[in-house]
């Protein structure tokens, strides 16, 4: 059974940092691209991150392209998303996904995890 368990989303003042965590399990870890994808309260999901198999490209959505590092390990099978200098924008609840295929123009998930919240506020 595939599994993706995220962790770390916390409250956070605008301007700090947080580092979040998603530990899969249940598949080959490596033989996939993981994503990050987010949903802010009210609206819809939005695409923030996508990292290939062994880590040597990455993608980032426009809105937080210089701000955000995703990175993984592979050994531990685990997905990061370090958060930078954060806005009160970016307040949503983060999920990691495991990627089924790229048609092309998007990715196509077939698991998710359950998501962690990370909320910006002074």
């Known amino acids: 059974e595939v599994q993706l368990v995220e962790s770390g989303g916390d409250l956070v003042q605008p301007g700090g940092s947080l580092r979040l965590s998603c530990a899969a399990s249940?598949?080959?870890?490596?033989?996939?691209?993981m994503s990050w994808v987010r949903q802010a309260p009210g609206k819809g999901l939005e695409w923030v991150s996508a990292?290939?198999?062994?880590?040597?490209?990455?993608y980032y959505a426009e809105s937080v392209r210089g701000r955000f590092t995703i990175s993984r390990d592979n050994a531990k099978t685990t997905l990061y998303l370090q958060m930078n200098s954060l806005k009160s924008e970016d307040a949503a609840v983060y999920y990691c996904?495991?990627?089924?295929?790229?048609?092309?123009?998007?990715?196509?998930?077939?698991?998710w995890g359950q998501g962690t919240q990370v909320t910006v506020s002074s």
């Open positions: 249940g598949f080959t870890f490596d033989d996939y691209v």
């Open positions: 996904a495991k990627a089924r295929y790229y048609t092309g123009s998007y990715y196509v998930y077939d698991n």
């Open positions: 990292i290939n198999w062994n880590g040597d490209n990455t």
